[in-house]
């Protein structure tokens, strides 16, 4: 709850935007996007507010799991551009005053990586050690019962040198063993290498999934799991991830990221608040912000929410900052999950909330999720474990700038479906018109540029009852009161102690109505108020 001072890191004041090159704006015309895509757009991002950028993998790959499976970590894969291309984004971006972030993949990496390539070419390979390998059980069939979070078993036979290795996701990505120092190190270099190069953080993938037990013990069935949810829950994952070790490795590299000024570590950890807070480290030697995905899995309800906020605030660890997630490219669009109104409150809410908001590409828009016809499904994850949902090409659909051919994306056919709407939920229509979506975001995220109170302040909840969420942000001698209606019927609310004017409105209009006492909300409207008795500037 904490009011922050104002000497503090950069990225405790940011707004990260992530990029999925892939999706983002195609530069060469062959239908996927790439970086000089990314380079033609970066003044797109500084007009929309933001102030860091995180790419989603851009490194050599086979591509398999859309670059999630690298098999180079320091080259770039020929489908995004070169290493001159990334060198003239990060150039680029810097001058725009926007840090740069890149996803790092340490728990796996592609099956093509010369490592994985010497690993699996003779048990007495150097590398054979710098994966999880294992005897098949004693009478025959996978060492034990670890299932794969892409379906299936997590081990796969290698019929070279008759041992099992393990794959946290798809058979080609094979886990790195994290209990191997040289492993550490070579991760370590990777680090080195883009630090050296300018680059201001990086995003970790599957973190809570690093190490593995050492006794390569059976997994308990999960006595809570149901038909259609992801076959994996079906075991509690106790042997498999989260494992105390972990905490150890990421210090390790935290080590890292702390010989070079400044830099950020982000973890993408999906676990429950108390278990999350552990990836700040006892002593806040882990990561600098591990993810917060409590908005992605929630119940979209003002007590819930009102809750998960609180007891996510409670857990932080003293001296620790929050985050909070909206979407990414692993998860159906807030706008199709709460629908297009409702996704403009969630944007009040995630802009307004304490902590550094990441904003997945496409949101800002209101950007659906995408239809993906059967014959166009690519998403692996799909493909093994059909039917349940998990799909997520829909959420990756290209970004649509305008309503030209292709919704100006690209001169060619697209490689993943565009949105059913791209003629009229565009960039081009969508900045000429005063209360789109993409204009409630710019002026979101210049309030929070404008006012310490949101950028800062301490958050103080007021109250959560039927659909209504009021809390305040509060920095010195100002105070911002946020009012959220999270329902399709108009409600009104009585606030002791308020008086002030309408900053904005997610219907982008009200501002500098007067607010006192008694407000009132359209359905699905949320409105910030910059409270009387407040210093009137900033
Ligand atoms: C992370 C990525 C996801 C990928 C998985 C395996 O969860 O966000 O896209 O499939 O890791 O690398």
């Given at each position: 709850m904490d009011e922050g001072t104002s000497n503090e890191a950069w990225w405790k004041k940011a707004v990260i935007y992530q990029i999925y090159p892939r999706s983002f704006?195609?530069?060469?015309?062959?239908?996927v996007g790439d970086l000089r895509g990314i380079l033609e757009k970066l003044s797109y991002l500084t007009d929309l507010g933001v102030d860091a950028i995180w790419l989603s993998p851009v490194f050599k790959s086979p591509m398999v799991d859309f670059g999630y499976?690298?098999?180079?970590?320091c080259a770039i894969d020929p489908l995004f551009g070169t290493m001159g291309d990334f060198d003239a984004v990060l150039g680029a971006a810097h001058r725009h005053g926007l840090k740069v972030i890149l996803d790092l993949v340490p728990n796996h990496t592609s099956s093509e990586h010369p490592w994985f390539l010497s690993s699996r070419a003779?048990?007495?390979?150097?590398?054979?050690?710098w994966y999880i390998w294992h005897d098949p059980a004693p009478g025959g069939g996978p060492p034990n019962n670890w299932l794969s979070a892409f379906g299936g078993s997590g081990w796969e036979f290698d019929p070279t040198t008759r041992q099992y290795y393990y794959h946290t996701f798809l058979s080609c990505q094979p886990d790195l063993n994290w209990r191997n120092a040289k492993v550490r190190e070579a991760i370590k270099d990777v680090m080195r290498f883009w630090f050296a190069k300018g680059v201001e953080g990086l995003r970790m993938d599957a973190l809570w999934y690093l190490l593995k037990d050492e006794r390569f013990r059976d997994n308990p069935p999960n006595p809570d799991y149901s038909v259609?949810?992801?076959?994996?829950?079906?075991?509690?994952p106790l042997y498999t991830?989260?494992?105390?070790?972990v905490h150890e490795a990421i210090a390790d590299l935290r080590r890292v990221a702390d010989a070079y000024d400044d830099r950020l570590l982000i973890g993408e950890i999906y676990l429950p608040p108390e278990k999350l807070v552990a990836y700040y480290g006892t002593n806040l030697e882990g990561v600098h912000l591990p993810f917060n995905f409590s908005l992605l899995e929630t119940r979209w309800h003002a007590r819930t929410l009102a809750a998960l906020i609180d007891e996510y605030e409670g857990a932080l660890p003293p001296g620790s900052w929050p985050n909070w997630v909206l979407g990414n490219h692993d998860r159906p669009r807030i706008a199709s999950r709460v629908g297009p109104s409702q996704a403009r409150v969630a944007a009040m809410l995630l802009l307004t909330l304490r902590g550094t908001p990441t904003l997945y590409n496409g949101d800002e828009l209101g950007m659906p999720m995408a239809h993906i016809p059967a014959d166009r499904v690519l998403d692996p994850l799909e493909v093994n474990v059909p039917g349940l949902g998990l799909g997520r090409d829909g959420a990756r659909s290209p970004i649509p700038w305008s309503d030209s051919a292709y919704a100006g994306f690209s001169p060619s056919e697209p490689w993943c479906p565009l949105i059913e709407d791209w003629k009229s939920t565009n960039v081009a229509v969508l900045e000429k018109d005063p209360a789109s979506m993409l204009t409630l975001h710019r002026k979101l995220l210049g309030l929070r540029k404008q006012y310490p109170a949101l950028m800062s302040g301490s958050y103080l909840p007021l109250l959560a009852t039927g659909d209504i969420l009021l809390f305040r942000r509060k920095h010195g001698a100002t105070s911002i009161l946020v009012a959220l209606n999270l329902g399709s019927q108009p409600g009104a609310i009585e606030v002791e102690n308020c008086a002030g004017t309408a900053l904005l409105s997610t219907y982008c209009d009200r501002a500098d109505e007067y607010c006192g006492g008694r407000i009132d909300l359209r359905p699905h409207e949320g409105l910030m108020i910059l409270e009387l008795g407040t210093a009137n500037h900033p």
């Open positions: 704006y195609d530069g060469n015309g062959d239908g499976d690298i098999s180079d970590y003779s048990r007495t390979s150097e590398f054979r050690d259609g949810e992801p076959p994996d829950h079906q075991l509690l991830t989260d494992l105390p070790e």
